[in-house]
């Protein structure tokens, strides 16, 4: 799986847009972004993913770029409660490990 | 949202003794994980079993044992806890796409002392 990597930690306003970027320069055709956060040590908390469209749910927006190398995680209107660590992952149909990495540690500030 | 349950929450246990950490879905999944995440580490992956009877190792050597004996149980097992598996012990379950996006319970918090 391609290796990706991210800012070690943001701050967002409340209220505003957090965008939260991924390198993932040596990822390949069959290999998903995924993008998971996890608060408090619970356990990790499915965001969204994409193959190479755009993607959009309740929680968030994902831009891929066209290339695929990289990818913004957009939480359009950021709450204290989405203060956690957002992991994006790149992980290939046959692969049954998600490898995590060190994420990035979001803290929304009032 | 998922439906996967783990139990107990926290658990603290001498050592030496048996214990067995509990995992169930209620999505139907086939595919079902165990991950071991140390306090402000990464996770790793210490078994995961494809369906019912089929269980693998991880990339992280584990001296614990799971089961698959019905597609919504996969309990993972450590015969004799010693203070080194102290650990927070994390279940999921994948849908079957081609995306196999995993879903995770909320973890198992397990101090050995």
């Known amino acids: 799986d391609a290796k990706t990597t991210q800012p070690p930690s943001m701050d967002c306003a409340e209220g505003r847009a957090a965008n939260l970027p991924c390198n993932h320069s040596?990822?390949?055709?069959?290999?998903?972004v995924y993008w998971y956060r996890q608060i408090h040590s619970q356990g990790p908390q499915y965001i969204i993913h994409?193959?190479?469209n755009n993607e959009t749910n309740e929680m968030a927006s994902l831009i891929i770029t066209e290339d695929r190398k990289s990818s913004t995680l957009i939480l359009p209107h950021a709450t204290l409660r989405d203060t956690a660590v957002y992991y994006c992952?790149?992980?290939?149909?046959?692969?049954?490990?998600?490898?995590f990495g060190a994420g990035t540690r979001l803290t929304v500030k009032p | 949202e998922a439906d996967i349950y783990q139990t107990p929450r926290y658990l603290v246990i001498g050592t030496g003794k048996k214990i067995t950490l509990e995992c169930s879905q209620t999505?139907?999944?086939?595919?079902m994980y165990w991950y071991q995440q140390d306090p402000g580490m990464e996770l790793h992956l210490i078994h995961y079993?494809?369906?019912?009877?089929?269980?693998e190792k991880g990339d992280l050597s584990s001296e614990s044992t799971v089961s698959r004996i019905r597609t919504e149980h996969f309990p993972l097992t450590l015969e004799s806890a010693r203070p080194s598996h102290t650990s927070q012990y994390l279940c999921?379950?994948?849908?079957?796409?081609?995306?196999?996006?995993?879903?995770f319970g909320p973890g198992t918090r397990l101090l050995v002392l």
């Open positions: 999921a379950s994948s849908v079957t796409d081609r995306s196999r996006t995993q879903y």
């Open positions: 040596t990822i390949s055709g069959n290999e998903y």
């Open positions: 994409g193959l190479k």
């Open positions: 992952i790149v992980r290939g149909y046959n692969n049954n490990d998600m490898r």
């Open positions: 999505m139907g999944h086939d595919k």
């Open positions: 079993s494809y369906g019912v009877n089929s269980t």
